[in-house]
């Protein structure tokens, strides 16, 4: 019922720049906390970054003042803006949501996840 399309993705230099972006459609009410999170072979999914309704925020230490999540309401959007990237920050990336879809109720749905590599 409910679908979130990561897109954006792919190969980039150490030092440069990438956006994501995830929409979300379906059956949508309202979207609480929109968030990225990103994934390495053997590892447990971490979170890069959430952001709430009113758009408060929170960043992994690991990308503070390199990345900022934003989200547009109205395309029921978010991005993640990824600068000074470095070789570590290669993941698979995933976006995550929180979505209330009325007499479905409020549940938390994962995209399918889009790869960055960042090359040295």
């Known amino acids: 019922q409910v679908q979130l399309v990561e897109s954006g993705g792919g190969l980039v230099q150490a030092g440069g720049s990438r956006r994501l972006s995830c929409v979300a459609s379906?059956?949508?009410?309202?979207?609480?906390?929109m968030a990225w999170y990103r994934q390495t072979p053997g590892t447990e999914r971490q979170l890069v970054a959430r952001?709430?309704?009113?758009?408060?925020?929170v960043y992994a230490e690991t990308v503070k003042g390199r990345f900022t999540i934003s989200r547009d309401n109205a395309k029921n959007t978010v991005y993640l803006q990824m600068s000074s990237l470095k070789p570590e920050d290669t993941a698979v990336y995933y976006c995550?949501?929180?979505?209330?879809?009325?007499?479905?109720?409020?549940?938390?749905?994962w995209g399918q996840g889009t790869q960055v590599t960042v090359s040295s």
């Open positions: 379906g059956t949508i009410a309202s979207i609480f906390t």
């Open positions: 952001i709430n309704l009113r758009g408060s925020t």
């Open positions: 995550n949501a929180d979505i209330y879809s009325g007499a479905l109720g409020q549940n938390n749905y």
